[in-house]
């Protein structure tokens, strides 16, 4: 499956829908995306990432103090992103 983002916009939100492998690519083109956006909540939709690598498992694990929160990730992926947190406490 092909790496594709789809933005879609809600009355709450704006919505970024992940799909196939997130990989160091994929995420600096993401992050060049959600800089473009104006203030408010963003939503990522991993709902049909398949895989990722360490460069974007870093990266999500970074957007938790931020405006943008992700959605429909995958268990792996959560257990990653968190213990990549974990890592990186002070």
Not at 18 to 25: T, Y
Not at 45 to 66: C, H, I, P
Request: with cysteine.
């Amino acid at each position: 499956m092909p790496y594709r983002i789809q933005r879609s916009v809600s009355d709450e939100s704006i919505v970024f829908s992940l799909s196939g492998e997130l990989d160091s690519r994929h995420v600096e083109e993401l992050e060049r995306l959600l800089e473009r956006e104006p203030q408010g909540r963003i939503l990522l939709n991993l709902k049909d990432v398949t895989l990722v690598e360490r460069a974007a498992v870093r990266f999500l694990a970074r957007l938790g103090s931020q405006r943008i929160e992700c959605v429909n990730c995958p268990e792996y992926v959560r257990r990653w992103v968190a213990a990549e947190r974990e890592e990186n406490v002070p």
